[in-house]
Every structure is written in structure tokens, then in C-alpha cells.
């Protein structure tokens, strides 16, 4: 069992930043591929970045490339979403999730864990 507990949410003007963290419990984590998805009020989760165990590989939806970077530490058991230059459509709730064997990164049903998710507000 994983469990995942989101951080570092909070309100910013646009063009600031955050950085959200995911800690993660058990033995595992390395092993795991790390996404951040969100969901903003009346639309869909969608998937934001992710990140395969080795850290090496990465993947982002368009509107974020540039401005968002995830990475992962994997001895503290923690991945990070650096969210720069943020825009009002940012705004979201966003959830971390972890799945083994994922072949799509970005198919939010190929993760297995989830967090509570952490609200993200991007306004002046």
C-alpha cells in the first residue's frame, strides 16, 4: 500500500510560482512512476506531468511546457510539480498519483494510488 499526501498549495498572482510536493509512504516508491494531474471546477481531471522511476523520463501537457518541471527525490520519497509563471487557468485542484508498470503516462486510470489533492488558486 502507497499512501500520497500533497503540500504547497495556496493562492498566487499570476506570473508567480509554487512548488507542490507528493511525500509518499512505503518501501517502494522507486519503483513507482509519478504523475500531477488536476481538476478545475466543472471539467475533467486532466493530466498535467509525469515523471518514470529512473527520473529520466518526463512528460508534460503542452500548456505547461516551459513553466512547469517535475522531479523526484527518490530518497526522501517525494516528487515535486516547480510551477512558474502561472496563469488564472492553472487554477485547480491538483492530485498526485502513483502507479507501477505504467506505459502511458499520461492515462490517469494507469495509476493505482492517489492523493487528497492541494488547491491551486492563480489569481490577482
Known amino acids: 500500500q502507497v499512501q500520497l499526501v500533497e503540500s504547497g498549495g495556496g493562492l498566487v498572482q499570476p506570473g508567480g510560482s509554487l512548488r507542490l510536493s507528493c511525500a509518499a509512504s512505503g518501501r517502494t516508491f522507486s519503483s513507482f512512476a509519478m504523475g500531477w494531474f488536476r481538476q478545475a471546477p466543472g471539467k475533467e481531471r486532466e493530466f498535467v506531468a509525469a515523471i518514470r522511476w529512473t527520473g529520466v523520463t518526463t512528460l508534460y501537457r503542452d500548456s505547461v511546457k516551459g513553466r512547469f518541471t517535475i522531479y523526484r527525490d527518490n530518497a526522501k520519497n517525494t516528487v515535486y510539480l516547480q510551477m512558474n509563471r502561472l496563469k488564472p487557468e492553472d487554477t485547480a485542484v491538483y492530485y498526485c498519483?502513483?502507479?507501477?508498470?505504467?506505459?502511458?503516462?499520461?492515462?490517469?486510470?494507469?495509476?493505482?494510488?492517489w492523493g487528497q489533492g492541494t488547491q491551486v488558486t492563480v489569481s490577482s
Open positions: 498519483a502513483a502507479g507501477f508498470g505504467v506505459s502511458m503516462l499520461s492515462t490517469n486510470n494507469e495509476y493505482t494510488y
